[in-house]
């Protein structure tokens, strides 16, 4: 059975860094497209960033460009998430997801993911 399992949401003062990863099990990680989700309380679910297969294409929001950093370890089957000078508005349930049939941008625009994870918290605040 696929598995994607977030890890590194917690809480941060504004300004503030966090890493969120997700590791991904029993699937070709090589063949998938990943991305960054979040959903904050009474919002729609977000695409935040995502990646291509090979790594070299990515999308973010407007929102966080600039200060979030995708990237992915094939060897180690994980996607990441580097997020730095937090603000309280990316407060929000992250969620990781994987899709083969999409492209990055589409991906995170569409909100296309054939598995996601179960989401990792993310509170920024003072």
């Known amino acids: 059975q696929v598995q994607l399992v977030e890890s590194g949401g917690g809480l941060v003062q504004p300004g503030g860094s966090l890493r969120l990863s997700c590791v991904a099990s029993?699937?070709?990680?090589?063949?998938?497209?990943m991305g960054w989700f979040r959903q904050a309380p009474g919002k729609e679910r977000e695409g935040v960033s995502c990646i291509g297969r090979g790594g070299s294409t990515i999308y973010y929001a407007d929102s966080v460009k600039g200060r979030f950093t995708i990237s992915r370890d094939s060897a180690k089957n994980t996607v990441y998430l580097q997020m730095n000078s937090l603000k309280p508005e990316d407060t929000a349930v992250y969620y990781c997801a994987g899709t083969q049939w999409s492209t990055p941008q589409a991906m995170c625009v569409t909100g296309r993911g054939d598995y996601w994870g179960q989401g990792t918290q993310v509170t920024v605040s003072s």
């Open positions: 029993k699937f070709t990680f090589n063949y998938y497209a």
